[in-house]
């Protein structure tokens, strides 16, 4: 893979493309265009007085205009008239002033023929002689007594001598450019370029949950920004590394277990004799069904979370699932002295993965089995609101504290194991959950105050809406 430019180089060749470019705008106005602009300047300008001696015609002050003009803008006006005579301001040696009767008579035919202007660019003669490179602007002005010719000189000066000259700055100037081109390079780099080469320094820390980042690195907004959310980061990954680690060992510990009542209770019937009954085999099969069980669980989350589950949905009567479900904890109410309360509503009809459903709410009852306290009551509640059947499972033992609700979806969660009662389940029920409820995409959410106990709830679309 091709090696990536460093942002110090990558500062560097942008302002040297941006000098570049200012360099070459400058040379192509000051040099290039220079000649033509001062061409199409002069010819405007000459333009522009023919028309203020044109509206002086009538005036008074025709003179006073002409000699203006004249002086102003270094051009030579001749005005010829009935009214006016032969009016000459400027240079008297100009060629207008000089010029046969020919030549006038023929910058007058052309005008004659252009529309009453004429506008001609090129050399002119003085006395028979050759002149300088100029222009002559020519206009016929009608009137009822007799027409007015109006004719502006102005010559073209070469402009070699300043080309010359703005070249030898241009040279000066580049290197002045360049100069400070690499100055605000290496200003750019100390206070752009090292804080992100600093702060990515740090970061390679990060897998290892540190990240320590130096007070240089936060000279401005954006660096400081990013030195928050990566310190954040390494935050959050001790604390993933924490509770994986923690899964890692309550899992461990989950499967260590019924192995080793499977083992022993397998040797004790290899090995003693009248063992080999049906309550020891019964163990046997309870503790494969509880192990099963656990790996079920590990193989759904890591299909859920890789997406590979596809929903299969169907209409069902919700109320009947549940009805269905709670028989299955009535053992709880007959061994464990638990109070399981349930009132089924009549006929839900929802369209949901049923299978999928019937899973979330048996994680419901584990978790709250688990965590039900001293209290051991439980209270299940279906209720139909705004086109929703909404599923709670109470229970009442120790609740959970404000900033730890958002964690009891994660993966790696899991509370204080001193409240959690010994009981089947693998400890990533909720986990399984979120990721089936956001699958059906559908509302869920837990309500937990400390020593209040806590309530757990999905809710999914009504099909009958006429039971709202």
Same mark, same amino acid.
């Given at each position: 893979? !091709? ?6 180089? !990558? ?58 003009? @004249? ?35 023929? /910058? *007058? #035919? ?9 506008? #001609? ?30 004719? %502006?000189?102005? @010559? ?16 000066? *100037? @580049?290197? *002045? =450019? ?39 690195? $936060? ?33 461990? /510990? ?7 009542? =499977? ?19 019964? %163990? ?17 989350? @890591?299909?859920?979370?890789? /997406? ?22 009535? %053992? ?13 509503? $009549? ?23 688990? #965590? ?18 909404? %599923? ?19 993966? #790696? ?5 001193? /409240? ?8 990533? $029920? ?39």
């Amino acid at each position: 893979m !091709k090696k990536k430019v460093s942002l110090k180089w !990558k500062i560097a060749r942008y302002l040297l493309f941006f000098a570049a470019a200012m360099i070459g705008v400058v040379l192509l106005f000051q040099i290039g265009l220079l000649q033509p602009m001062y061409e199409a300047n002069k010819i405007s300008m000459i333009r522009q007085v023919s028309d203020e001696v044109t509206d002086a015609l009538d005036s008074g002050d025709l003179n006073e205009t002409i000699f203006r003009v @004249s002086a102003e803008n270094d051009l030579c006006v001749r005005v010829i008239g009935v009214n006016t005579g032969d009016m000459t301001a400027g240079n008297m040696g100009c060629p207008l002033y000089r010029m046969d009767s020919l030549e006038l008579l023929g /910058h *007058i #035919y052309e005008a004659q023929q252009n529309g009453n202007t004429y506008l #001609y660019r090129g050399e002119t003669r003085m006395a028979g002689r050759p002149g300088l490179d100029s222009v002559i602007y020519t206009r016929i002005v009608p009137a009822e007594k007799g027409d007015t010719i109006v004719m %502006v000189y102005g @010559s073209i000066s070469p402009v070699d001598a300043a080309t010359a000259t703005l070249k030898m700055q241009l040279w000066y *100037i @580049s290197g *002045i =450019i360049l100069v400070f081109m690499a100055l605000l390079t290496m200003l750019m780099y100390r206070t752009i370029a090292r804080p992100l080469t600093q702060i990515n320094e740090a970061a390679k820390k990060l897998p290892e949950g540190r990240y320590e980042a130096s007070e240089d690195t $936060g000279k401005y907004r954006e660096a400081q920004e990013l030195n928050e959310t990566l310190s954040r980061a390494a935050e959050d990954i001790q604390k993933a590394d924490r509770a994986k680690r923690d899964l890692i060992a309550n899992v461990s /510990h989950d499967l260590r277990t019924p192995l080793t009542m =499977i083992s022993g209770y397998g040797e004790m019937m290899r090995d003693l004799p009248g063992e080999n009954n049906p309550e020891n085999l019964q %163990v046997i099969i309870d503790e494969s069904q509880r192990l099963k069980m656990l790996v079920n669980d590990l193989l759904d989350l @890591s299909r859920l979370q890789e /997406h590979r589950i596809v929903l299969q949905p169907q209409v069902f009567d919700l109320a009947g699932l549940i009805t269905q479900e709670m028989r299955k904890y009535d %053992v709880y109410q007959v061994n464990d002295g638990f109070v399981l309360n349930w009132q089924e509503p $009549g006929a839900t009809m929802v369209s949901a993965d049923m299978e999928r459903i019937r899973q979330v709410f048996n994680n419901f009852m584990t978790n709250a089995i688990n #965590y039900s306290g001293r209290s051991r009551r439980i209270d299940v509640r279906l209720k139909r609101e705004n086109g929703m059947a909404r %599923v709670e499972v109470q229970d009442y033992g120790e609740g959970i504290a404000a900033d730890q609700l958002p964690l009891v979806w994660d993966r #790696y969660y899991k509370v204080d194991r001193a /409240h959690v009662r010994s009981a089947s389940g693998s400890g990533i $029920g909720l986990a399984i959950v979120k990721e089936i409820l956001d699958l059906h995409q559908v509302p869920y959410g837990v309500e937990s105050e400390p020593d209040k106990g806590s309530t757990f709830w999905f809710a999914l679309p009504l099909q009958d809406q006429n039971n709202n």
